[in-house]
């Protein structure tokens, strides 16, 4: 199919039919991709429309830049090959699609004597393929049956009748236990071994009806021949197909094979649930979520999500059971929408599937938010704060030996990190080592400018250090007038004891406390955010440092050079006509014999 190329004020030129429309940005990137039954009618709907679109609809409209389409056949066409591209292509407006390329399969070999096994691959050329199972524990029940049931393989020898006429294979101890009949010796002929493997099959069906047939005829010959622990042992495999039989979930003995789909939504989310039914037994359950992109309808999701999970799970089934009308127009099936007996019963039971799901999302949201509050709230009894802190603000230094000092301040909201507010700073007015200092100076800035600014300021600030650092932060807030209006402590790292101003005994909050595990978080980001960018200013300041020790190179071109190709190896990369542009034709050479000897050295 060829795709054609239009420009945003070409959409009256589209056509009147079925087909895919992908939209690209201006770097010619693609955003998204929808389906239609009429490509002028639904593009020109997102540039016609926009007081009825939503903010994130029409962000995605300003990025649009070309318009592709691909005409088909029809409605149903076009949602296969949309469900294709979004799937190959991922784009950043279209909801999120995903093979579970991870769930395991039996597979059922090409081999001489097939084995089954489970595995995680599918290789068609390997053999037959069951599944994908979203459930391990059933699939290694039904692994676990057949294996119970039949005597097959599980040794990965190459039993053709060369190698076996030949001796080449001993049996191994399943032979001896009673699970293999040892065909690689020839004990076991391949016409009654497969017999075992089509019974089997039938099993992975899901037809439990012929092993039974087969299980109660075989136990009847060997009764009948007064061979009765062989009759026995036919008896407890009958059962054993008659217990995992009355374990699965029977729906009903009129419905054969169906497909169930329910969706259930949100602004934010969608669920949709997709039930396989099987001979009248549910044997695939399986709940997806959906983060919405845009303004999707449920349709639209469920057209989608029908398609996708079919493909996926590799059903066949021409009836196709939904809470919402679906018009897919579609020859292989037809979705419908039950209103009364078995079948609705079924929708239901998909549909509390899907609500459970919804049920399940916000509970581990509000989970997560309640463990916030809890922290807070006990953080604020254990320090006997007035208010809920909210807002936590902690500061740290960092020098080596007095070298490029600097300074951080992270930023925790509602117990958790905002890194958008982290700060780090270079110390301006101190000299040498002095972490009281520069600790003054730090604190002083940073709510010197959250005053200038009238931004809110924290419920709780938290120093790194004990009653030093402690007291020339507050030297700093009582410099701006705001001493005593924010609750202010320091965290000793040695004991982990918290310090208040004017109070010369620290305060030991048990070890195990969450309010006390906040506070060594906060403690901890500041010291990592300080350290990296000390390391990171070291390592430029070096850098700096080597090249202006170069003849004829000083700060000002140094500057000048990182400004244009901001690191050394952009330096270095760069060509003599660039350098020689910033610095000049004998500066530009002697940056170039540096780096040559550096190369050399």
């Not at 006429?165 to 040892?182: D, M, P, R, S, T």
């Not at 007291?471 to 009582?478: E, F, G, Q, T």
């Not at 209006?485 to 101003?501: D, Q």
């Amino acid at each position: 199919m060829e795709a054609i190329r239009f420009s945003t004020k070409d959409i009256l030129k589209l056509p009147d039919n079925p087909g895919v429309y992908r939209y690209y940005n201006a770097e010619n990137t693609l955003i998204y991709v929808g389906k239609a039954k009429s490509l002028k009618k639904r593009v020109s709907s997102y540039f016609n429309k926009s007081a009825q679109h939503s903010r994130k609809t029409i962000r995605m409209v300003s990025e649009i830049d070309s318009i592709e389409i691909v005409l088909v056949n029809s409605e149903f066409d076009a949602l296969l090959l949309e469900n294709n591209l979004i799937k190959q292509n991922q784009p950043k407006y279209n909801i999120l699609l995903k093979d579970d390329k991870t769930f395991p399969y039996l597979c059922v070999s090409n081999e001489r004597f097939p084995r089954i096994y489970s595995t995680r691959k599918l290789i068609p050329s390997l053999g037959r393929y069951f599944g994908p199972f979203t459930n391990v524990k059933a699939m290694n029940n039904v692994l676990k049956l057949i294996n119970s049931l039949f005597t097959l393989r599980t040794c990965r020898f190459d039993l053709s009748q060369e190698n076996i006429a030949k001796g080449k294979f001993k049996v191994c101890l399943e032979y001896h236990l009673g699970n293999c009949q040892g065909p690689c010796e020839g004990f076991q002929s391949e016409e009654d071994y497969l017999k075992d493997v089509d019974q089997a099959l039938n099993i992975l069906k899901g037809n439990l009806g012929l092993p039974k047939s087969y299980f109660k005829e075989r136990m009847q010959e060997a009764a009948a021949q007064l061979q009765f622990e062989k009759a026995q042992g036919f008896k407890e495999k009958l059962e054993l197909v008659d217990d995992f039989h009355s374990k699965s979930v029977i729906v009903s003995p009129k419905l054969t094979d169906v497909d169930v789909f329910t969706i259930v939504s949100d602004e934010k989310y969608a669920f949709v649930n997709y039930i396989r039914i099987k001979n009248g037994m549910i044997n695939l359950s399986k709940t997806n979520e959906i983060k919405k992109k845009l303004n999707e309808t449920d349709e639209e999701i469920l057209s989608l999500m029908l398609v996708d999970m079919r493909d996926r799970y590799q059903s066949i089934t021409k009836e196709i059971l939904t809470n919402k009308p679906l018009d897919l127009g579609s020859e292989t099936f037809q979705p419908v929408v039950p209103q009364i007996g078995d079948k609705r019963k079924l929708v239901e039971l998909s549909l509390k599937n899907s609500l459970f799901a919804k049920k399940e999302k916000y509970q581990s949201l509000d989970n997560v938010k309640d463990k916030g509050n809890r922290v807070l709230k006990q953080l604020q009894k254990d320090l006997q704060l007035k208010e809920l802190p909210v807002h936590i603000e902690c500061f740290d230094n960092s020098n080596i030996q007095g070298t490029n000092p600097v300074a951080s301040m992270v930023c925790f909201k509602m117990g958790r990190p905002s890194k958008k507010d982290y700060r780090h700073y270079k110390i301006k007015t101190v000299i040498g080592p002095d972490d009281f200092a520069s600790m003054t100076e730090v604190v002083g800035r940073r709510y010197k400018r959250l005053l200038e600014e009238k931004q809110p300021l924290p419920k709780l600030i938290v120093i790194d250090g004990g009653k030093g650092q402690l007291s020339a932060a507050c030297d700093a807030l009582k410099s701006l007038g705001i001493y005593g209006e924010i609750p202010i402590i320091g965290i000793a790292k040695r004991l982990e004891e918290i310090y208040f101003p004017e109070d010369s005994f620290p305060l030991h909050i048990d070890k195990k406390s969450e309010s006390l595990r906040l506070i060594q978080k906060l403690r901890d980001e500041a010291h990592r955010f300080a350290i990296t960018f000390h390391r990171d200013l070291r390592s430029k300041n070096s850098f700096n440092f080597e090249l202006e020790n170069v003849k004829g190179i000083g700060r000002f071109t140094v500057d000048k050079l990182l400004k244009e190709f901001r690191t050394m190896s952009g330096i270095e990369a760069a060509s003599f006509e660039e350098l020689s542009a910033i610095a000049g034709e004998s500066r530009a050479r002697r940056i170039q014999n540096f780096f040559q000897q550096k190369k050399e050295a």
